[in-house]
């Protein structure tokens, strides 16, 4: 049988004794078994829930990815156009074997009067968003299309290194006005650090490259009482998954308990397909 989104909310009532929606609204179940099913469940069966492949393309000179959405978690290894990189999720490592350095140019002197400023950086290119400008009281950063955002306004061209800057006030007399920026030496990516949800890469890519990596997708939410979980053994974990959260927030302790061993239950279930796959599987190592 397959268990639907009602199967499920009949399932909850019946193990919590909330038969009515005058002790729990249909608003309020439906929102914990979505909660439970999309955010819970994955954290505790990461190895079961259906992974995808995860892809992206890069932007040249463009170093930083968010993390795409749809996706709960990914599994470390990552490919640039068929070629493994160092999947890193130590920023510490990754910078010791990546060093950032900003590079300073002095790009004028104010004087009170003059409020634009152009010229051409002395190394570019430089990585997209890594610009800012500033006379010490006044900063402008640029973002990704090459505008400023603060104090000013301009462009930047993060390939030549052309830029103008017009500041809101003129620097005043004698001001060092200054661009600090992240050069860099494109190249095809060979490591990558995942950390805050993001990708970092270096080299910094030069061209369009496919990124390529599995990754763990979030299931989608249980929106009408005919959707179907993911995989069918997981409706009854749901259920009996959500139904410890209630009585956990009840403080019902002794109900809590009796149901665990059917919640426990349920998870075996739910993780023999993955337990049946490893087992015909010799483990590999990443190194």
Not at 120 to 148: C, E, H, M, R
Not at 215 to 222: A, K, M, T, V
Not at 266 to 277: M, N, P
Request: glycine fraction near 8%.
């Amino acid at each position: 049988m397959a268990w639907t989104r009602a199967d499920i909310e009949e399932k909850i009532r019946n193990v919590t004794g909330t038969p009515f929606t005058t002790q729990m609204t249909d608003d309020e179940l439906v929102e914990r078994i979505n909660n439970y099913y999309q955010f819970t469940m994955p954290a505790e069966l990461k190895v079961q829930i259906e992974n995808n492949f995860l892809d992206f393309k890069t932007v040249p000179g463009q170093d930083v990815y968010s993390f795409p959405s749809g996706y709960f978690t990914d599994s470390p290894g990552i490919y640039a156009d068929g070629f493994p990189a160092i999947f890193y999720e130590d920023p510490d490592i990754f910078y010791q074997d990546w060093p950032q350095q900003y590079a300073q140019d002095s790009i004028g002197t104010g004087d009170g009067i003059v409020i634009t400023y152009a010229g051409t950086l002395n190394s570019p290119p430089l990585i997209i968003g890594s610009l800012y400008i500033s006379d010490d009281t006044q900063t402008v950063q640029s973002v990704t299309d090459g505008t400023f955002t603060g104090d000013g306004t301009g462009t930047i061209d993060y390939t030549t290194g052309a830029y103008s800057i017009t500041f809101n006030a003129a620097p005043s007399s004698s001001a060092t006005i200054y661009a600090k920026y992240l050069p860099f030496s494109g190249n095809r990516p060979s490591g990558c650090l995942f950390f805050e949800n993001q990708f970092t890469l270096r080299p910094v890519p030069d061209h369009v490259y496919q990124m390529h990596m599995q990754g763990f997708i979030q299931p989608p939410s249980l929106a009408t009482t005919s959707s179907v979980p993911l995989q069918e053994e997981w409706g009854p974990l749901i259920a009996y998954g959500v139904s410890l959260e209630i009585f956990s927030d009840r403080g019902d302790l002794e109900a809590y308990n009796q149901i665990m061993p059917l919640f426990m239950r349920y998870e075996s279930v739910a993780l023999s397909r993955t337990i049946q796959q490893l087992s015909s599987q010799q483990s590999v190592p990443r190194f």
